[in-house]
């Protein structure tokens, strides 16, 4: 229940968005427990966005970045889903302890709006697409939109051993490139 001066949820324009999906990765993953948790951490999967033609001008000169930012579509459900009420997920990286956080304190598919982010190397770029290694989407994921990703603007000025990274900091991830599937 709102409190004095909230809202339930959005009304108006904000209650009702819709995005236009950009392009699809190609990825050999056909099945998100199979795809690995984070494109750091699979530095070396490589993939492609196919790019549709009426964006495909777009990509002019996305070849001057080595990292891109994706922003993708999580259309695949990964169960389980989180309860509507509380928003309680358990992610991967704590399934072996069954720990529940607010879904929002993670990186977990199942969210109120599954838009996924990946950090990702540009590896080619050509008129109808790019290619990139870092993958951690399945085939077929639509692409709502590509920004190159800027150190200047992208990187906290803190030191990276002074930023917190919450319940992050605890869990062992395991090796480069496990997936979902995998540390169940």
């Not at 692409?143 to 869990?171: C, H, L, M, N, Q």
């Amino acid at each position: 229940m709102a409190g004095e001066g909230e809202t339930d949820g959005p009304t108006g324009a904000a209650a009702s968005m819709s995005f236009t999906a950009v392009g699809h990765v190609v990825a050999d993953f056909d099945d998100p427990g199979h795809a690995p948790i984070q494109a750091r951490r699979a530095a070396d999967t490589t993939a492609r966005v196919e790019v549709y033609p009426p964006f495909r001008s777009g990509l002019i000169g996305l070849d001057g970045f080595d990292y891109a930012i994706l922003l993708t579509h999580l259309d695949r459900p990964v169960p389980p889903r989180p309860d509507p009420e509380s928003w309680l997920v358990v992610p991967f990286l704590l399934a072996d302890r069954g720990t529940e956080v607010g879904v929002f304190a993670t990186r977990h598919p199942s969210r109120p709006n599954p838009i996924g982010i990946s950090l990702v190397r540009v590896v080619a770029v050509d008129a109808d697409g790019f290619d990139f290694a870092g993958v951690d989407v399945v085939d077929a994921t639509p692409v709502i939109d590509i920004k190159p990703w800027v150190p200047a603007f992208d990187t906290p000025p803190e030191p990276p051993t002074s930023i917190r990274s919450g319940w992050y900091d605890e869990p062992v991830l395991g090796r480069p490139g496990t997936s979902p599937e995998e540390l169940a």
